[in-house]
């Protein structure tokens, strides 16, 4: 019995052989899988301690002298640009919630990318600190064009007004992965 099978067994692994050759030259021939840009700016244009808004059955971060002092969490959504004026080409939203602590700001932050050359959604989660001029925060997902990225998230202060309400504008430069 035992000789049988070892007789049997080269006959099994070229029928097997065969059969995943054959299989491979009969698979679709679809398209090739696409990655979205490796490299992806974006400005956001941010108003806060705005005293129009009302926040306060949820958060305290209008309603205290300083919306970045020790415990408060707050909310944004705000205008995402191709460019750093306001009139620059409009892309999406950008929506985040933000927890202070001290002089670190953590942050779980989604671009919502609508208009121009890629959509879909950027996710950077972390924390950085207010005193820093460049921030650097993990991207780690994406939805759209952007499915799968992961890198790094380079922000960075354009500008700012501090007269209340103070506006700044940030720019997001992004190096992706996939």
Not at 44 to 66: A, G, P
Not at 88 to 97: D, F, I, K, P, V
Not at 112 to 134: A, K, M
């Amino acid at each position: 019995m035992q000789t049988e099978l070892w007789s049997i067994l080269p006959t099994i692994a070229v029928m097997l052989m065969v059969s995943i050759l054959e299989h491979a030259q009969w698979r679709p021939a679809g398209p090739k899988a696409t990655y979205g840009p490796s490299n992806f700016t974006f400005y956001m244009h941010n108003t806060v301690h705005n005293l129009v808004v009302d926040d306060y059955e949820y958060f305290k971060s209008v309603y205290v002298y300083n919306p970045y002092a020790f415990g408060i969490t707050s909310t944004f959504q705000d205008t995402i640009t191709s460019g750093p004026s306001n009139s620059s080409e409009s892309l999406g939203m950008a929506q985040s919630l933000e927890e202070v602590d001290s002089n670190t700001v953590y942050h779980m932050f989604r671009a919502n990318i609508t208009d121009g050359n890629c959509r879909g959604t950027i996710d950077i989660f972390g924390s950085l600190r207010l005193i820093n001029p460049t921030r650097i925060m993990p991207v780690f997902g994406g939805t759209g064009d952007f499915l799968g990225a992961h890198g790094l998230a380079l922000c960075r202060l354009v500008s700012i007004d501090r007269t209340p309400p103070a506006k700044w504008t940030l720019a997001f430069d992004l190096v992706l992965f996939y």
